[in-house]
């Protein structure tokens, strides 16, 4: 069956697979989603005997409809491999604490995102290829600061691509920032900006859709693309690990947490439901910044509050694009008007009968003393290190087992090396180790968890600062005019 994609804003405007994954967004600024999501083929015993990259294949062919097997299968062969990632499960579940930790990080970037931006590129040039577009692809990526890593490590020297990172300047970890400034290759722009996370994505959304921009990158061969998860080349991949974690253990239903921000590694998981997945409950964990569960809670999704900056950076968010994605499956053509109101007012209401369709998702959230008891009490109880993020969705699914004494079996999605919050996580641990500095620090987390050193870390303690362009938040299209001089 083959499957056509449309914006969640206006479902004429119709794409195929290669052509929304090369486009990133639709052009009203919806989001492309599938006019269906496809049933897994599949029973659970035969994907149960497949390695990750066959799971991988089944989900996604069902998805990327236009692709022959030999090109989906190049592209997955050209990504999850023991160059890519350090094990040869390319993502393994850890048992601690009556959960299951399923460890997301083990890429190059050593976050989650690497599970999908490792194939993302090889899609977008196999998708430009199949579109028949001439023009260098350009990936303008707004980054809390996981994906701009991972965006750059994927593309960088890819031919017939190039990549501008934007991330807030005062908003990310040490490491994080390290790892960014730091990123060979020729065709790879790294920017600081003053602002957070949701000026940066805003604004580059603004440039997505601004067509007096895409003629004028037009004219000088260029055309814009997105390494953000509003692209569905970044969604569908990760649908995959969930199908795999859940055929890992085949329980008659299963619960996911997900420490969250954007709202893609969620809706993944909720994608993994719809394909057939038996999901009793998708717990979404949030920060401080809590906007997600008080949306699951009342109803209305309201942006209009203080924005703070916590231990989980990649989660400082209050703008949710992929939630959008979600309130398309429950409002359809009501979609742009919310976004509208989104957009003009900074909220919107859903209906109670459009709530009740949200039944599956329970939100929750945990302040950063909540997640430092977390990282520190499975600490001690399983001597098992966690970062900054899944200690989040630790210290929610703790509270909602209390609450519910549910024993439904659980999986966490575990999004980051603990060694890319090293200061965050040992001083949850014991607050003396904030007397040493970074390098020191990796080398006390090595000793404390057993875990080597990863090659990422490694990689920054030596490796000379490449990039430090710092620019306003209203000055993001400057910066791209600048550098593709227009
Ligand atoms: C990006 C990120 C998240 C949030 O994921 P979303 O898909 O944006 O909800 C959580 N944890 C880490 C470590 C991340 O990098």
Do not use: W
Not at 212 to 239: C, D, H, T
Request: with cysteine; net charge negative.
């Amino acid at each position: 069956m083959k499957i056509m994609y449309h914006s969640t804003r206006n479902t004429d405007l119709k794409a195929t697979a290669s052509e929304a994954i090369l486009a990133g967004i639709a052009p009203d600024g919806g989001l492309y989603v599938p006019e269906q999501i496809p049933k897994l083929k599949l029973s659970f015993e035969a994907l149960a005997k497949m390695d990750y990259a066959h799971v991988a294949y089944e989900v996604m062919k069902l998805f990327y409809t236009d692709f022959t097997e030999e090109e989906l299968m190049a592209c997955i062969k050209g990504a999850y491999n023991t160059e890519k990632f350090d094990t040869e499960d390319i993502t393994t579940l850890v048992e601690a604490d009556g959960a299951y930790y399923l460890e997301l990080f083990h890429g190059r970037t050593i976050a989650f995102k690497d599970m999908a931006l490792s194939i993302l590129p090889y899609l977008m040039t196999t998708a430009a290829k199949k579109c028949g577009a001439k023009e260098e692809i350009v990936i303008l990526t707004a980054t809390s600061g996981d994906t701009g890593k991972a965006a750059l490590a994927g593309f960088a020297d890819v031919p017939g691509t190039s990549i501008v990172v934007f991330y807030p300047k005062h908003g990310v970890s040490r490491v994080q920032e390290k790892q960014m400034v730091t990123q060979r290759g020729k065709n790879v722009n790294v920017i600081g900006i003053e602002g957070n996370f949701d000026d940066a994505q805003s604004a580059v959304k603004a440039m997505f859709t601004d067509e007096k921009l895409a003629e004028r990158m037009k004219a000088k061969g260029y055309r814009f693309s997105s390494a953000n998860s509003i692209n569905i080349g970044r969604l569908i991949p990760q649908v995959a690990y969930y199908v795999y974690a859940y055929t890992r253990l085949c329980p008659k239903e299963i619960n996911f947490v997900v420490p969250t921000g954007n709202f893609g590694n969620i809706l993944a998981a909720y994608y993994a439901c719809k394909m057939g997945i038996p999901v009793h409950k998708l717990i979404c964990a949030s920060n401080r910044n809590k906007v997600l569960t008080d949306f699951f809670e009342t109803g209305v999704y309201d942006k209009n509050r203080e924005f703070y900056l916590t231990s989980s950076p990649s989660m400082d968010i209050l703008i949710s694009s992929n939630l959008e994605r979600l309130i398309y499956e429950i409002a359809e053509d009501k979609t742009a008007k919310f976004m509208k109101d989104l957009k003009e007012k900074g909220k919107y209401e859903i209906t109670s009968a459009m709530k009740k369709k949200l039944d599956l998702f329970v939100g929750g959230y945990a302040e950063d003393k909540e997640m430092e008891e977390a990282i520190s009490s499975l600490y001690n109880k399983e001597g098992y290190i966690i970062d900054t993020h899944t200690a989040v969705a630790a210290a929610v699914y703790n509270k909602y087992r209390e609450s519910t004494g549910d024993t439904t079996c659980t999986v966490i999605a575990s999004t980051a090396s603990p060694y890319k919050f090293t200061r965050a996580v040992l001083n949850s641990i014991d607050p003396a180790y904030d007397k040493k500095d970074d390098f020191e620090l990796f080398d006390e987390l090595n000793k404390l968890s057993g875990v080597p050193i990863p090659q990422a870390i490694k990689d920054i303690v030596s490796a000379p600062v490449l990039h430090n362009t710092v620019c306003a938040k209203d000055g993001l299209e400057k910066e791209v005019e600048r550098i593709y001089k227009l």
